[in-house]
């Protein structure tokens, strides 16, 4: 879809300061800065509750970030999928992982501009694994990963560091799950416990 609620012309502007209004009387507070790069691979965790879908929209409204995210194809259903679609939401068949990490590499060589948002842990259910396909997306493609995060416990939602891939896959996960071991999500999802899934394990 071309245009989504995060860059539709007429309506993007009222959108953004609804959202700063929004986190204001909600009592959030925004942290770090958008970068400027315009192509990268976008963390969202922790994911415990449908209220993330909320609190990621209108925090990535308030940062002006033009982002698309990735859902289970059910949410796409009739009567609902073109809404989730300009909400920024893309379709996602949960069975066709390769098939996926391929498909997102080509769209990232077909723009001049992306921010695709993944979940790592694939559900909002707790879950003891986080999935690398955001990183092979990111490394694939030649782009870079943004932490982003909502901490319930503290209010406080933005962006971290940016990362960008190298050779060694299990050194730059435990980099960017050292981020998140401090951060709560709506529900209590303890980091300290995470294995990281399909990753080599060292020589």
């Not at 970068?35 to 929209?57: C, Q």
């Not at 870079?144 to 940016?162: H, S």
């Amino acid at each position: 879809m071309k245009y989504t609620i995060f860059n539709t012309p007429g309506i993007k502007s009222f959108f953004r300061l609804l959202s700063l209004f929004l986190m204001k009387i909600l009592g959030w507070k925004r942290i770090g800065r958008l970068p400027v790069e315009k192509r990268y691979v976008m963390i969202a965790a922790p994911h415990t509750s449908n209220w993330d879908l909320f609190y990621g929209m209108i925090m990535n409204l308030s940062f002006k970030n033009d982002v698309r995210w990735m859902g289970k194809k059910e949410l796409f259903r009739f009567p609902f999928g073109g809404i989730m679609k300009w909400l920024g939401g893309i379709p996602v068949d949960r069975s066709r992982s390769g098939n996926l990490v391929a498909g997102m590499v080509d769209e990232f060589k077909r723009r001049e501009s992306l921010v695709i948002a993944v979940s790592p842990e694939g559900s909002r259910s707790r879950v003891n694994t986080w999935k690398t396909g955001f990183y092979h997306i990111a490394r694939g493609a030649g782009v870079p990963v943004l932490t982003a995060f909502l901490d319930y416990e503290k209010k406080e939602a933005g962006y971290g560091p940016l990362f960008t891939p190298g050779d060694d896959i299990r050194s730059d996960m435990e980099l960017i799950m050292d981020f998140y071991r401090n951060i709560e999500g709506r529900y209590r999802s303890s980091y300290s416990s995470v294995v990281l899934k399909d990753i080599p394990a060292p020589d």
